[in-house]
């Protein structure tokens, strides 16, 4: 009998990609796929523990106030279960030592980087080391980048993706790290699995508007050493059905839309292991 692979999709407090991203998971073949408030969370009604994927989509959390996600990341660190001494981290941290995987788009990415869930050297999933923040442009950024996934990297989401082509849709998604170690770092580990390219030369670049907010090293997607845990500025769950792309009506382009293959790839990991 084949495993049932169950995903849940995290809303509230001022996400709006959650329907996207539950419909992602569900095309990719999830069995079970539910969109969550995150008070359900905190007072224990749902449990991390009856999920293998967590997705958490891109908004605005809290309305960006004090930066985008960083109430949000707060409220991971310090929220209590509700009648209990744990935290919800400490759920998230449960889960992911159990072999779950995480997504993070757009604000979920901001939410998992200044959490310190990402990169996670170490496993050392609460030490902040990198954030993402204004866009150089100094305005939202609504378009279509091209971006490229190193062949040599552990993430389970970015398996045989080479070059593929996302829409962004943001106003703090510049990537930055604490210091150059840390960008040396990410680079030998190879924990960089997306980065923006010019799309004729292909080649990673921090030319606007190619990269659209003048991330570190053309950066718009990172994991953590154990490839399960990923987060990306551009969105995949935007992108799965030709019709979304702009181009649809002038370009020959697959029925499936691109950006499917992260949430196929992740279902997959998960069936495999459960196997």
């Given amino acids: 009998m084949r495993p049932k692979v169950h995903a849940i999709v995290t809303t509230g407090y001022g996400t709006n990609c959650e329907r996207e991203m539950a419909h992602a998971c569900r095309l990719a073949g999830a069995d079970r796929v539910d969109i969550v408030h995150i008070s359900d969370l905190l007072d224990g009604t749902i449990s991390l523990s009856s999920y293998h994927f967590l997705n958490l989509p891109g908004g605005f959390l809290d309305g960006d106030n004090l930066g985008a996600a960083q109430a ?5 660190r310090c929220a209590r279960i509700r009648d209990g001494e744990e935290r919800l981290l400490d759920h998230l941290l449960a889960f992911i030592e159990r072999g779950g995987l995480v997504l993070g788009v757009c604000n979920g990415f901001q939410l998992m980087v200044k959490t310190g869930l990402l990169p996670g050297f170490g496993r050392a999933y609460e030490s902040r080391l990198v954030s993402l923040t204004h866009n150089d442009s100094g305005r939202f950024e609504d378009r279509w980048v091209t971006c490229q996934a190193p062949a040599d990297t552990p993430c389970v989401f970015t398996r045989g993706i080479d070059r593929i082509e996302l829409p962004v849709r943001h106003g703090e998604g510049k990537f930055v790290t604490l210091d150059g170690s840390v960008q040396k770092r990410l680079v030998e580990d190879h924990l960089v699995v997306l980065q923006y390219v ?6 990673p670049t921090g030319d606007y508007p190619f990269n659209p ?16 845990l990923m ?13 979304n792309h702009p181009r649809w009506t002038r370009q020959s382009l697959p029925e499936e839309g691109a950006g499917l293959v992260f949430f196929r790839n992740a279902v997959d990991y998960i069936r495999e292991r459960l196997a």
């Fill in 198 to 203: 010019d799309p004729d030369s292909g080649q």
């Fill in 72 to 76: 949000g990341a707060h409220r991971l």
């Fill in 213 to 228: 907010n003048g991330s570190e090293f053309a950066i718009a997607g990172i994991c953590d050493p154990t490839g399960r």
């Fill in 231 to 243: 987060g990306l500025m551009p969105h995949p769950e935007a992108f799965t059905h030709h019709t």
